[in-house]
């Protein structure tokens, strides 16, 4: 009996836009070749590519006219973020302390370029006890638990607000900061915060993605999540577009998204 090569929805939309593997690419092909529903998914993700292009032209995302950048990751980049996920397993030096200990400053966005506001990611507790800080996109599996840790760049007595929530392969959204509702959404500044409660990754498909919403003024939080939700079966159509929907829907904030790919 012939084996089934499963491929998952992320996998064929990372396919469609170029930003796999030699080693995915093959695979993708070989399903494709064997399964004609796979081939008509692709089929639709190209359609529905062209026709958000004719529909929503990049300027729009742009009321200001400011160009909109989005990160998609060259395969030499996966195979780099493999290396140093390698590092950390097979070399002690490069595994760091949980976040209540010192973690490595380090500024980076989705976006792209260095930023005011950054969101990190580290599995907890899976090698010696210690807690590995993870690469943007990595790939981890549902019941691994994730720290969340958040930095604000200080900006001269300018007080800043944010809100951090994800979408999974589901579109459900849950919230991470803050804890309630009802509580402040100001942030420090100047440090790294750790989220007082760890997340234990569930055993929805393809991704969980991680928003860090950040503005000069008060956030609703509520207002925030009701976006976040018409905002996921976007996502959940067309992952690669998640920073331009956040930027455009989000557009006097800072946003920046990190993806955990799920196997």
Known sequence: MKKTIRVSAFLLERYNIGEVTVLE???????????????????EL?????????RFPRQQFSP???????????????GLCAAAMLA???FPMFILKTPSGSITDRIKGTSGG??????????????????????DRAAIHAG????????????SGVEQYGVIFSIDGRSVVTMHYPYNAWQSTRLVSGKQVPLDEAYTLDDAPDYEMFFFVVGDEPLETLSVLDTARKLAPLIEQNPQYALEYGTAAFESCDVQIFTLLKE
């Open 25 to 43: 690419k093959i695979r993708v092909r070989k399903a494709l070749a064997g399964d004609p529903s796979l081939a008509a998914a692709l089929a």
């Open 46 to 54: 190209k359609r529905g590519d062209q026709n958000f292009r004719t």
């Open 64 to 78: 200001s006219g400011k160009k909109i950048r989005y990160f998609r990751p060259h395969p030499v980049v996966w």
């Open 88 to 90: 950390v397993v097979f």
């Open 114 to 135: 260095e930023v005011s506001a950054e969101i990190n990611v580290y599995l907890r507790g899976n090698y010696a006890g210690e807690d590995i800080i993870l690469p």
């Open 144 to 155: 691994n638990t994730v720290q969340l840790v958040y930095r604000v760049q200080p900006e």
